[in-house]
């Protein structure tokens, strides 16, 4: 399975401070994506990196791709009570079809 | 453009029963698929479509029947509902299967 596992599982921070979380994969992949889930909804599509680019920016977001290493991490900066949410990566590869990791739980703390 | 929507939201069964849950998207995506998300757990694809009449199994098919009639519609069908199918039921659309993926409200559905 190419499956995306995320680490930490869960993270607590403070306003204002940044947030980081990995995500590990298996085999090779076309593309790597992160969504956002509020509690009780549906995923929000953040930012696509594809396995050619090795960093991508996004408001305060930042991915970065290490193809090699077969891991990606994502950088939540200047964080917001707003931005409390799970975090999933998805990996995007053979076979027309997205596996999503167990994501990542981020309290951000008023 | 109201993206993608699925009825009902929520739902509660008895083992055994069956329902359909419906799935619409108005942006004309060739690529609709299901996947069911169990407390504290990513997602699972059950069943995806890279466009009308064309239809296959993700990782936990069994139990559930999909049709892609239309490129608007896919709709998931449960045919004789389990406790171990309690879980919310998203439903996604894009361009193709591993692009950007829009995903619907959810549907939580629970089995007695």
């Known amino acids: 399975s190419q499956q995306g596992e995320e680490d930490p599982q869960a993270l607590s921070i403070q306003e204002g401070e940044n947030a980081t979380m990995n995500c590990s994969y298996k085999t090779s992949i076309n593309n790597l994506q992160w969504y956002r889930q509020n509690s009780g909804r549906g995923l929000v599509h953040l930012i696509l990196i594809r396995s050619n680019e090795r960093e991508k920016h996004s408001g305060r977001l930042r991915v970065t791709l290490d193809t090699s290493k077969k891991s990606s991490s994502l950088l939540i900066t200047a964080s917001r009570a707003a931005d409390t949410a799970s975090y999933f990566c998805a990996v995007g590869g053979k076979g027309n079809k997205l596996t999503f990791g167990g994501g990542t739980r981020v309290l951000v703390k008023p | 453009n109201a993206g993608v929507t699925q009825t009902p939201k929520f739902q509660v069964l008895k083992t055994g029963q069956s329902m359909t849950l419906q799935c619409a998207q108005d942006?004309?995506?060739?690529?609709m698929s299901w996947y069911r998300q169990d407390p504290g757990m990513g997602l699972r694809l059950i069943h995806y479509?890279?466009?009308?009449?064309?239809?296959d199994q993700g990782e936990v098919p069994n139990g559930y029947n999909v049709s892609r009639s239309t490129t608007e519609d896919f709709p998931l069908r449960l045919l004789s509902a389990a406790p171990s199918q309690t879980s919310v039921y998203f439903c996604?659309?894009?361009?193709?299967?591993?692009?950007?993926?829009?995903f619907g409200p959810g549907t939580r559905l629970t089995v007695l």
């Open positions: 996604a659309s894009s361009t193709t299967g591993d692009n950007e993926q829009f």
């Open positions: 479509s890279v466009g009308a009449g064309i239809t």
């Open positions: 942006m004309n995506h060739e690529y």
